[in-house]
T-cell receptor, first 115, second 115 residues
Framework: AQKVTQAQTEISVVEKEDVTLDCVYETRDTTYYLFWYKQPPSGELVFLIRRNSFDEQNEISGRYSWNFQKSTSSFNFTITASQVVDSAVYFCALSTRTGTYKYIFGTGTRLKVLA | SQTIHQWPATLVQPVGSPLSLECTVEGTSNPNLYWYRQAAGRGLQLLFYSVGIGQISSEVPQNLSASRPQDRQFILSSKKLLLSDSGFYLC??????????????FGPGTRLTVT
């Protein structure tokens, strides 16, 4: 079975705090892809990152960083020095061959950054 | 660069009325196209996807249908709307490939309220 779990429904932080959003996935495929999307209040989903199962190298992009660990089936997302503009719902998604590469989304984590 | 358009942005329709939502993509050829629905405060549900003109795969049995009359045009329709059809409808595209590695890019969405 393919599944993505985002256990944190909502997180509130004060501006400039660091915050980590958790994503745990399940799949038996050896080749798969993981994604993070941001959904600001406007509603449009914004693509943040794609990671394939063969690349466990962590990635940093400005204040954003991602930690991919196959051993724990996790693909966590950290925002450093959060800002009010980071307030949004963040979705993690999984794509596998068994699932014909359709996205399996997590239920999302709502992040509120307070000024 | 590629752009995805959706219209209308918002729509209020009575129960039993027809529906037509349109999505067009610019700047790419033969994209994969997707329709998602997001109920208020919930995750994303894949409704339909298409890998080419006239090729539609349905994910969830319902009173909605989709068509792809042109390469970069994707239409979501209903003959008679139900209250449960209310939600936020998102169109997305990805590069045509079976590898699954290609991220999906989302349109601005249509907020549908059925009264």
């Amino acid at each position: 079975a393919q599944k993505v779990t985002q256990a944190q429904t909502e997180i509130s932080v004060v501006e400039k705090e660091d915050v980590t959003l958790d994503c745990v996935y399940e799949t038996r495929d050896t080749t798969y892809y993981l994604f993070w999307y941001k959904q600001p209040p406007s509603g449009e989903l914004v693509f943040l990152i794609r990671r394939n199962s063969f690349d466990e190298q962590n990635e940093i992009s400005g204040r954003y960083s991602w930690n991919f660990q196959k051993s724990t089936s996790s693909f966590n997302f950290t925002i450093t020095a959060s800002q009010v503009v980071d307030s949004a719902v963040y979705f993690c998604a999984l794509s596998t061959r068994t699932g014909t590469y359709k996205y399996i989304f997590g239920t999302g984590t709502r992040l509120k950054v307070l000024a | 660069s590629q752009t995805i358009h959706q219209w209308p942005a918002t729509l209020v329709q009575p129960v039993g009325s027809p529906l037509s939502l349109e999505c067009t993509v610019e700047g790419t050829s033969n994209p994969n196209l997707y329709w998602y629905r997001q109920a208020a405060g919930r995750g994303l549900q894949l409704l339909f996807y298409s890998v080419g003109i006239g090729q539609i795969s349905s994910e969830v049995p319902q009173n909605l249908s989709a068509s792809r009359p042109q390469d970069r045009q994707f239409i979501l329709s209903s003959k008679k709307l139900l209250l449960s059809d209310s939600g936020f409808y998102l169109c997305a595209w990805s590069v045509s490939a079976t590898s699954g590695r290609n991220e999906q890019y989302f349109g601005p969405g249509t907020r549908l309220t059925v009264t």
